[in-house]
């Protein structure tokens, strides 16, 4: 079943001459794992709004074509209903903090109250986000007292205590350190295991080329393709739209290597591994 379907989307921010999203259309299945990626102002933070409905709701200017959610139209619907379905995890976690808190607990458990989950209910879910973001040791102090990656993966834990069956993550790993940014990828795994939509923009190729089930490629705001990691990388035409291909995938086409009975190169360790441990050096 489809739980995204997006047809037509065009927008421009207010006093910007040029469409930050031109013509786009794609579905997403239930379940589906898919990561945005394309070169900086490429769209696919803007994209992610109009997900989530801050385009147009929030971001005025020029919108046109349907984003549907479950069916129903975003443009029909208000912010409040919409983040009741779909999560998001800003590109910035310092936009996200309520700022009136005075701890990570507190902070967590906010949106939690804002919806009326019953007390036992919401210590059980902020036990369970702590623990899934490992961020059990700071949850007494101060948001504003975390550093960078700690109050990324605090925003995280919001979003998904909040139990929402689409999460968009917009570059969540940003401030991360590549142990880091490992974690969360495995804690964001684990949620789309249990059938949660993802939705993520990321630059990191090799993470996107490891768990996405797809990739859609934009660049100026129009969607060049969207189709398996193995497909997307495999494109002769990647640095043209100002994206290299994950390094295992780049070493494999300098070789000239290319995963057995297809035209497609490999894009994880694994699979570089297991088609150059096969050849005769
Ligand atoms: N609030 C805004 N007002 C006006 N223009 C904006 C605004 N936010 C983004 N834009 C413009 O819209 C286009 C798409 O930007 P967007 O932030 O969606 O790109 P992005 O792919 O997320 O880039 P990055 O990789 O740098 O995060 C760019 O040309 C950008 O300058
Ligand atoms: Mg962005």
Do not use: W
Not at 2 to 15: A, F, H, M, Q, S
Not at 87 to 103: D, E
Not at 187 to 201: F, P, R, W, Y
Not at 240 to 245: I, R, T
């Amino acid at each position: 079943m489809n739980k995204i379907v997006v047809e037509g989307l065009k927008y421009k921010y207010p006093l910007s001459d040029t469409l930050a999203l031109d013509d786009l259309s794609f579905q997403v299945k239930e379940g589906e794992f898919i990561g945005i990626i394309g070169k900086n102002s490429a769209g696919k933070s803007t994209l992610c709004q109009a997900l989530v409905g801050l385009v147009p709701h929030f971001y005025k200017g020029a919108y046109g074509g349907k984003v549907f959610i479950d069916g129903l139209e975003v443009k029909n619907q208000t912010i409040a209903d919409i983040s009741l379905k779909v999560g998001m995890v800003f590109q910035n976690p310092f936009t996200q903090v309520t700022g009136s808190k005075m701890t990570v607990y507190e902070e967590i458990a906010f949106g939690l109250e804002n919806i009326g989950i019953p007390r036992s209910e919401m210590i059980a879910r902020i036990d369970y986000v702590l623990d899934l973001l490992k961020i059990e040791q700071v949850k007494d102090q101060n948001p504003f007292d975390l550093s960078g990656g700690q109050m990324q993966r605090m925003a995280i834990a919001s979003i998904i205590a909040m139990k929402p069956d689409i999460l968009v993550l917009d570059e969540p790993t940003s401030q991360l350190d590549p142990a880091g940014s490992e974690e969360v990828f495995q804690a964001i795994q684990s949620l789309s295991k249990q059938g949660i939509t993802i939705i993520l923009a990321e630059h990191k190729m090799e993470k996107v080329a490891l768990y996405c089930h797809r990739v859609l490629l934009l660049d100026d705001g129009k969607m060049v393709d969207i189709n398996t990691p193995g497909k997307i990388f495999s494109r002769g035409d990647l640095e043209q739209h100002g994206v290299a291909a994950p390094v295992y995938t780049r070493v494999c086409k300098e070789l000239g290597v290319r995963k057995a009975g297809t035209s497609e190169f490999p894009v994880t360790l694994a699979e570089a591994e297991s088609v150059l441990r096969g050849r005769k050096i």
